[in-house]
C-alpha cells in the first residue's frame, strides 16, 4: 500500500488564483481530512468526510473547498488564494479499529503552499 | 469543547539524557490520547496512544507516556535520547461521546532537538 499521498509537494501561488491539493488514499478507509499547520500552532481541521458523497467543515473552512466523489480521493480546493492560507497542508485518513474501537488515523507527507 | 496544552515549544537535550515532553488536555466527556511525532519534512506518524487499560502506554523504540485522569495530563517521556530522536512532537485528544467519536484536537506541538 502506498498510504495516504499527496500533490504537489510544493507551490507558490500569486494572490487571487487558485488552486486544487489533490489527496489519494489506498487503504479503503471511510474517513478522510484535511488539515492546516501553521508554525507554532499545531495542526488544524478545515474540513472532513465520513464517506464518499459525505462533507464537513472543521475548524478554519473558510477560503476551501472539499469534495468526495470517491472512497480513495478527497481534494481540497482553494478559491482566491490570500497570503493567510500559506501554510502547510496535511491530508489523513483513518480506519475503525475494531478490537479498540476507535479510529486511528494515517498522514500523507504534506504540501507546503506558499501565497504572495 | 476539548483543548491541549503543551507547555513547552522547544525542548533541547543532550545525546543520551532523558526527556519529557509535558502534555495537559481539558475536556468535558471522556477522551483518547495519542502521541504522534512528525520528523523534519515529513508527515505526521502514530507513536502511541491511550484508549483504556494500563495508564502506562510505550511505543516501539522507547517512549513511553503515562494517562493521569486525576491531573489531566499525558506526558511523553524517553530514558535516554538518540539524536535520530529529534523531531516535533504533538499531543491529541479525541473526545468520546458516549460512542459517537468526535475529531482529533491537537496541541501546538513541541520541538525535540537532540545535541552531540
Known amino acids: 500500500n502506498a498510504g495516504v499521498t499527496q500533490t504537489p509537494k510544493f507551490r507558490i501561488l500569486k494572490i487571487g488564483q487558485s488552486m486544487t491539493l489533490q489527496c489519494t488514499q489506498d487503504m479503503n478507509h471511510n474517513y478522510m481530512y484535511w488539515y492546516r499547520q501553521d508554525p507554532g500552532m499545531g495542526l488544524k481541521l478545515i474540513y472532513y468526510?465520513?464517506?464518499?458523497?459525505?462533507?464537513d467543515k472543521g475548524e478554519v473552512p473558510n477560503g476551501y473547498n472539499v469534495s468526495r466523489s470517491t472512497t480513495e480521493d478527497f481534494p481540497l480546493r482553494l478559491e482566491l488564494a490570500a497570503p493567510s492560507q500559506t501554510s502547510v497542508y496535511f491530508c489523513?485518513?483513518?480506519?475503525?479499529?475494531?478490537?479498540?474501537?476507535?479510529?486511528?488515523?494515517?498522514f500523507g507527507p504534506g504540501t507546503r503552499l506558499t501565497v504572495t | 469543547a476539548q483543548s491541549v496544552t503543551q507547555l513547552d515549544s522547544q525542548v533541547p537535550v543532550f545525546e543520551e539524557a532523558p526527556v519529557e515532553l509535558r502534555c495537559n488536555y481539558s475536556s468535558s466527556v471522556s477522551v483518547y490520547l495519542f502521541w504522534y511525532v512528525q520528523y523534519p519534512n515529513q508527515g505526521l506518524q502514530l507513536l502511541l496512544k491511550?484508549?483504556?487499560?494500563?495508564?502506562l502506554v510505550e511505543s516501539i523504540n522507547g517512549f513511553e507516556a503515562e494517562f493521569n485522569k486525576s491531573q489531566t495530563s499525558f506526558h511523553l517521556r524517553k530514558p535516554s535520547v538518540h539524536i535520530s530522536d529529534t523531531a516535533e512532537y504533538f499531543c491529541a485528544v479525541r473526545p468520546n461521546y458516549g460512542g459517537s467519536q468526535g475529531n482529533l484536537i491537537f496541541g501546538k506541538g513541541t520541538k525535540l532537538s537532540v545535541k552531540p
Open positions: 491511550y484508549l483504556s487499560g494500563s495508564t
Open positions: 468526510s465520513v464517506g464518499a458523497g459525505i462533507t
Open positions: 489523513a485518513s483513518s480506519y475503525l479499529n475494531l478490537l479498540a474501537g476507535v479510529y486511528e488515523q494515517y
